[in-house]
DNA sequence: TTGTAGGCGTTATCAG
DNA sequence: CTGATAACGCCTACAA
């Protein structure tokens, strides 16, 4: 037989199946069941091997203990890291998780991405603002949906993320006080988390005093081609910057191949940093400078607002509802003072 | 209303439930039902903005349409592309992907990996060797099971491949043209794939005649750590190998960052090849040289023999099928001709 | 052409 | 303490 269920397991006890349904539901306490039914009727469960049929509890109302994640794509390995502690707290909380991807832009409608119904909430991971048909979809659903690493900018559900600004802040006292005046910045387009970064970049070069020069500011896709294309466009500039922040550390390591390919040494002549503190950015030759912050800890806040049961009818609206987490800097050789002579 | 039940489109059309079963599924050929009635039941259906609830078609013995994947990890890039190719190839044959972790090694039961009753399918990626319970219960799960990079090692299930002897042995034999003879391999530990990849290593240095002195096989982790672990034991050997073969880009790139913090020329005095051409491995500079598989093409196959219909009822024995793709050699600038002065 | 009825595996509400 | 019974949303004979 393909999978037991609880008339098989009445039948062989010769109790009726709302008898094995109580037995088996009724918690460990005795409720209302006659210990030596109970014995029987675990003891049948037991060795046919029952398990109960999600589906058939899903219908009659209860959760499906599916946990919808929706990214962009691997292609950046930060978010590889991300969806695998999403996926280990996940299980810890007793979910299996459904992912969905949201690559190829676009107005994607969300059946397309993943299929909704079946989740209890669903985690969206980074900036989707490129598919607004997607975020629209996920606006008007009744599931529970929190955003992660949506930057501030996304209105419509809870978000959990990192303190963006600090994180910039930090890289950029340190840059400055290292001597820098030419500093450029290089980041994907578009993206809430990305935009709370530039932003912090310009502020500081304000507070510092410090203009930047036209051209120091380069968007581009978030890969390895993309850190080549704004390489060639900033060496290709008047006054050369002397040190270049990255929006994210796959474009920073991207950066520091690419100044390799052109024979520069770093930091000697050129000084990198980057944002997320990925596997690689400590393997780097030189160790990246980077901004690490708490993935684990930001996924189960997200988990945790997305599946908890804690608030979710202490009423109140919780769609506002913001966590930040404080990111550290993370200095390492890429970064030094920057060379007298230029 | 959460969301609406043929039940409710009946009511509103004022016609049998069964009959709303009838229309909306009912293809779109004049099967039976009145052209009016049809499209009364159709505009209502869609003014509700109807969508069919899963989990009663899954009661009824209809597909989940749910596409298990079990993975050990992420930390390896080469799989969370792969993950990124099971997600689009199951989205494109109506699929939803069900993420399992299993991490840990271990023994982990298969229910704590990924709820299994609700996947039509199950697809296995990489060599889960040590964690033998939870392939005990994958054997005895009555839902097709595919292996995927999962070597040949692997009884019991179908599974799809590269042909790793093929891809090690173009390396070693571009290597060995190069004139190297002292060729080292680094892998990781018990993993079938790699099993594969180590035994054509030592067949094609036999075959052409050379000896591969004690250390020159290192099993480590298949991690950046793992790779530091075998270079600094290869540099401390008496004789040092004047290329190294990794069984994995992750360890390839890895090698060659240990190389470079100890100021080595890469390729001058030592030739680097790895296996999988990740992303990054035509970033690195020098630009890795290693071996490409199809992944796209391998990945379709595999979720195709998961859920396929094809030959699902040809009958035979699909247990033992094993589909295998060719890879092929990538040369780039971190492999050349050794040093003469070695 | 359409409606009625039964059942997929559970849970919950009744009676007994 | 336990056994019928009615849903949950959908599909499919079977009947009208």
Not at 277 to 295: E, H, N, Q, Y
Not at 301 to 306: H, I, K, N, S, T
């Amino acid at each position: 037989m393909a999978s037991p269920t609880m008339q098989d397991i009445a039948d062989a006890a010769g109790v009726a199946q709302s008898t094995v349904s109580r037995v088996l539901n009724g918690g460990s306490g005795p409720i209302g069941v006659a210990e030596e039914t109970r014995r029987r009727v675990r003891a049948i469960a037991d060795e046919l091997g029952y398990r109960p049929h999600p589906f058939a509890r899903a219908l009659r109302g209860a959760p499906s203990m599916l946990l919808g994640a929706v990214v962009r794509s691997f292609s950046d390995p930060f978010f590889a890291e991300a969806i695998h502690a999403v996926s280990i707290e996940a299980k810890r909380q007793g979910y299996s998780l459904v992912l969905g991807h949201a690559a190829h832009g676009s107005a994607h409608e969300l059946s397309v991405v993943l299929e909704v119904r079946q989740c209890d909430a669903i985690v969206v991971l980074g900036d989707l603002g490129d598919a607004p048909q997607l975020l629209e979809d996920l606006r008007r659903l009744q599931v529970r949906v929190v955003a992660l690493w949506h930057g501030a900018s996304l209105e419509g559900f809870p978000s959990v993320g990192v303190d963006n600004r600090a994180g910039t802040d930090a890289v950029l006292r340190h840059l400055i006080g290292l001597g820098h005046e030419r500093i450029a910045f290089v980041g994907p387009e578009l993206l809430g988390d990305v935009r709370e970064r530039q932003a912090a970049y310009e502020e500081a070069l304000n507070r510092a005093g410090i203009a930047v020069p036209s051209g120091y500011v380069d968007h581009v896709a978030n890969t390895i081609a993309g850190a080549e294309q704004a390489f060639a466009r900033l060496w290709a500039l008047p006054q050369r910057p002397t040190a270049i922040v990255a929006a994210t550390d796959l474009l920073a390591i991207s950066l520091l191949h690419s100044a390799h390919r052109r024979g520069l040494s770093i930091p000697g002549q050129l000084s990198i940093a980057g944002f997320d503190d990925i596997p690689f950015a400590a393997a780097a030759v030189p160790g990246l400078t980077t901004v690490r912050m708490p993935v684990a800890e930001i996924v189960a806040a997200a988990v945790g607002l997305a599946v908890g049961s804690e608030a979710s009818e202490v009423g109140g609206d919780r769609r506002s509802e913001r966590v930040v987490f404080e990111p550290q800097l993370v200095v390492r050789g890429s970064t030094a003072a920057p060379a007298l002579n230029v």
